[in-house]
Every structure is written in structure tokens, then in C-alpha cells.
């Protein structure tokens, strides 16, 4: 699972972006206007903050009783690799998502965090499972 922090990586960006699934290209004019579409500044974690966001999707994952094979917090982003559990995707990210959110009203933080929406992409085999879990734990 991956999401973004609110305003860092919007429809258009020179690195690409997400929709429904899709990675699509740089589209300066879609950047533009999600651009002029933003309430507040963009979030941007710094180092305490990642670390109360990364604690606490640690803790909500027993909610599920799920493993987290890797996990990183960036300045912008989070990735997340872990096991199947039978719950839908979007439950289990708006949960992860909320917990950092509500450990980082703790920490006096105000505002929308995360952006809406999430990616996500599965590993059945253990060699493509491995390659994503060395590519986020690269970003820690």
C-alpha cells in the first residue's frame, strides 16, 4: 500500500502518478489545476512525525492481525508491504491511514494529512514479495 501526504504528489507530477490503478505521465496542465485546487500548503513529515506515523500504523495493524513485512514513513509518502488478511483494501489503508493521522493530532498537528485515495499492488511469489520489500525498506 502506498499513499502520499496531502498536496506533495498531485494529478500530473513530472514523476508520475496513480489513477484507478493506472500509472499515467507527466501532464502539466492536470498539475496546474490540482495545484490551484489546494486548501493548505502541502504536509510535509518531518522526522518525529514519521516516526509517531510508523508506531502507529504498527499498532493499528492488530487491529487485523496483520504482519507488516516492511514498512516506510517518508517526508511525503508511506509505503506499507504486508501479509493478505480477508478484509478489503480500503478498509485496512483508511485504518492505517487514520491512525497516523490521530498520532499525529498528538503531536499538535491540525489539518488533512493524507490525500485521498491509496495505491496498491500484490506480490503472490516470494521473489517479487522480496524485490518490494528491499525497495521499501530502501526509503527508511
Known amino acids: 500500500m502506498t499513499w502520499t501526504t496531502y498536496g506533495t504528489w498531485l494529478q500530473g507530477d513530472e514523476r ?7 500509472v499515467l505521465g507527466a501532464n502539466v496542465a492536470i498539475k496546474i489545476d490540482c495545484r490551484k485546487n489546494l486548501k ?5 513529515l518531518r522526522r518525529d512525525e514519521r516516526a509517531v506515523v510508523r508506531e502507529a500504523i504498527l499498532g493499528a495493524r492488530e487491529k487485523f492481525d496483520q504482519k507488516i513485512l516492511a514498512i516506510a514513513v ?3 509518502h508511506v509505503h506499507v508491504v504486508c501479509a493478505y488478511v480477508d478484509i478489503p483494501i480500503g478498509v485496512v489503508v483508511s485504518y492505517y ?6 498520532a499525529l493530532k498528538t503531536m499538535g498537528f491540525r489539518g488533512r494529512a493524507w490525500t485521498k485515495g491509496y495505491d496498491k499492488r500484490f506480490c503472490f ?3 517479487a514479495l522480496a524485490e ?3 525497495y521499501v525498506k530502501g526509503h527508511n
Open 132 to 134: 518490494r520489500i528491499r
Open 125 to 127: 511469489d516470494e521473489a
Open 97 to 102: 491511514k487514520n491512525a497516523g493521522r490521530m
Open 74 to 76: 517518508c517526508s511525503n
Open 16 to 22: 508520475g502518478y496513480v489513477k484507478d490503478g493506472e
Open 40 to 44: 493548505r500548503a502541502a504536509v510535509r
